[in-house]
């Protein structure tokens, strides 16, 4: 026999730094979009000192979550689960004519397979890709003398705007993704609150009531 309970599967932490990078991503968008003269909403000097702060900030968010992601085990969540041809078959097809989902949530699998994929890549391409070449943007002075800069910043400007546009499709798709739920905030309640229902088997609800791994309503 088995249940569904509210349990909380989105720790604190886990809920400061999603909601702390999504803030920090708008706000290095929507500057670098106004350094990139896409917009003039903000003047071009301040622009670059949000950019910068914001950037600052993000990279210490990211390199606080990599170790909190280490210490709990959570990075295991994040590897790769067959079955993404399933999740994307339902995504484009499945879900128009009301179709379960694929996959069910539990505790040690918070994320479905595309999910993961999707994560994986933001983790270990986006991410450092934007970094990266950011950084070297922010360190140009200190290369600047080198016969090949011009052509540098030009290869550092290029490449640190497609990560962007990148990072871009990324939240885009991923905010339509929140909407698919039960209904279209069930997903980001889950994300504000922690709690999502969950199937336990009788042995992993007594285990939690027990051991108290978990807060559970
Ligand atoms: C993660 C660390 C990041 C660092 C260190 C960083 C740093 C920088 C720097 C130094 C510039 C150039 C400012 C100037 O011209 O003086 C810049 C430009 C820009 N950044 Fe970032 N950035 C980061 C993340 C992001 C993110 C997450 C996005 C978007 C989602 C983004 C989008 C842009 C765009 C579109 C430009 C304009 C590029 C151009 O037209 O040359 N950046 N960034």
Not at 22 to 51: C, D, E, R, Y
Not at 52 to 74: D, H, M, S, Y
Not at 95 to 118: C, D, M, T, V, W
Request: net charge positive; hydrophobic share 45%.
């Amino acid at each position: 026999m088995s249940h569904k309970r509210d349990v909380m599967i989105y720790s604190r932490y886990e809920r400061f730094w999603h909601w702390s990078q999504a803030f920090l991503i708008f706000t290095l968008f929507f500057t670098g979009l106004a350094i990139h003269g896409t917009h003039h909403l903000v003047p071009f000097g301040l622009a670059v000192k949000i950019h910068t702060n914001a950037a600052l900030a993000l990279i210490a968010l990211w390199v606080f979550t990599t170790f909190w992601n280490f210490t709990t085990g959570q990075w295991r969540q994040y590897l790769f689960k067959k079955g993404v041809f399933k999740v994307i078959r339902f995504y484009a097809w499945g879900i128009l004519f009301g179709e379960p989902h694929p996959y069910k949530k539990s505790l040690q699998r918070k994320q479905n397979a595309l999910q993961s994929l999707a994560y994986m890549t933001f983790m270990t391409l986006i991410g450092p890709a934007l970094w990266s070449t950011g950084i070297a943007y922010l360190l140009y002075n200190s290369w600047s003398h080198y016969a090949w800069s011009t052509t540098g910043l030009w290869i550092v400007a290029l490449l640190h705007t497609a990560a962007a546009f990148a990072m871009g499709a990324f939240v885009v798709i991923h905010v339509y993704m929140t909407t698919t739920g039960k209904t279209p905030l069930h997903y980001v309640r889950t994300m504000i609150t922690g709690y999502d229902s969950i199937e336990l088997s009788e042995v992993e609800e007594a285990y939690i009531e027990e051991t108290k791994s978990a807060e559970m309503r």
